[in-house]
């Protein structure tokens, strides 16, 4: 078989031409719309399951609520493994599917469990899905802060972050998520700004108040009530109450109990109203100091490199619409690490082939043999470049980084080496130049003499 292949290439000699350059085409194509990346994401499609779970111990956590969903959860199609984590405060269900399937419908079989099991759960807990990521899925981090002289700056750095954590998530978040390729942005550090209510137990026991049913009038007046509408002349008027409190003072002056008097028992009275934050469980800190940061993470199949430019792009255009004093300071951008990654890649490659052409041309002792064999480093290339980007492969510190030029041309070199060895004997056995016939000929002898021993 390869002999008739090796006398077809020597007959065809046009054809292999014209294909070499189709192949040179293509593969310079592609080579421009190779996606690169530092490292390909080997993690196995997961789905997580997360749940807030105040106020219970982790075994409760574990027997109440991790439990339950576990039992749920199983046999899901192409499942491999199933393992959770209960700890204060969270319920976390992680399950681990064969490479391969479609994540989207895996995500939607497990929504659909997960509505089967929410009337065995306590009361106000709402599992949610992790975000369409994998464990390499950070990509970009931030800090959002002030400037030394931002006017409105607040005075302590307790205020200071409660404002950076509300710029963050009403402000920046919602923009930085509409960026392509962007699953989550998770915010660290800061304060949660809350109104905060201080009842006084010896207060409410003197008004005949419980701390059950200040909560309650609250809710109440916390909330806006729609009474449907009325119509008046052909028209249609909406009727609603604006009962929602605004702010601390409307808060303070709720009126909570009348008690047979004409001056009711005001909230303000039986509690203090302020100004403060919710429970933290942890921490970001920027050059030394408290701040805030913020984190986005990569949608899963996603170029790391592309979609980290579009995030930092996409902070340039918020930066704009920040108040003013108010200043986003990138942390880490992934581009930069892919960057440097390929530019060492793309330097050992060089490096590599020049090394193994001149090896070529001082071994083989004669230039067109060594061009020959060189040709088959680019060609290659092309043609590896080519098939990854069919098969969606990325150019990254794996994939072209263990790339081996001596193995590539091994076959080249021992099929190029024994022509021009055979060329030579037979040009010093007849005392004069070869004809073109006779070097076909001899090509073809040559190559046909240590193909099968080659291959096989």
Known sequence: MLSSLLELVMRQRAAVLLATLVL???????????????????????????????????????????FPIESEMAGLPD???????????????????????????????????????????PPNLSPKLAPVATGLGEIFYYSLDYKEDAPHKPATREAQLMELRLIQEYQVKPLLRSTPGVAEVNTSGGYDK??????????????????????????????????GYVEIGGEQLIVRATTRVTNTEEIASLPLKFAGAVRPILL????TVGIGSDFRTGASTDDGKEALVGATIMLVGENSRLVAKSVRSKLDEIQEKLPVGVVIRPLYDR???????????????????????????????????????????????????????????????????????????????????NIVRHLGEKQHALGRRLTPVERAREVLRSAKEVANPMFF
Do not use: C
């Open 79 to 121: 499942m491999i493994e199933l393992r959770s984590l209960s700890k204060f405060g969270l319920s976390q269900v992680t399950m681990t599917f064969r490479d391969g399937v479609d994540i989207y419908r895996t995500r939607q079989l497990v929504t659909e469990r997960l509505q089967g099991v929410l009337d065995e759960l």
């Open 268 to 271: 303000s009275e039986v509690a």
């Open 335 to 417: 581009s930069e690490l892919v960057n440097r990654t390929i530019h060492t890649v793309e330097k050992n490659l060089a490096e590599g082939a020049l090394l193994v052409v001149v090896v070529l041309f001082a071994l083989l002792g004669n230039w067109r043999a060594a061009l020959i064999v060189a040709m088959v480093i680019p060609l290659s290339m092309l043609f590896a470049m080519t098939g990854m980007v069919q098969w969606k492969l990325s150019g990254n510190l794996m994939s072209l980084g263990a790339i081996d030029f001596g193995l590539i041309i091994d076959g080249a070199v021992v099929m190029v080496e």
């Open 24 to 66: 040179v085409g293509v593969g310079s194509w592609a080579a421009l719309h190779l996606p690169i990346d530092a490292v390909p994401d080997i993690t196995n499609p997961q789905v997580q399951i997360n749940t807030a779970v105040p106020a219970l111990a982790p075994e409760e956590v574990e027997k109440l609520v991790t």
């Open 194 to 227: 809350q109104i905060v209510i201080q009842p006084d137990p010896q207060r409410l026991a003197e008004a005949g108040l419980s701390l059950d049913l200040l909560a309650e009038i609250v809710e109440q007046n916390t909330l806006n009530s729609g009474g």
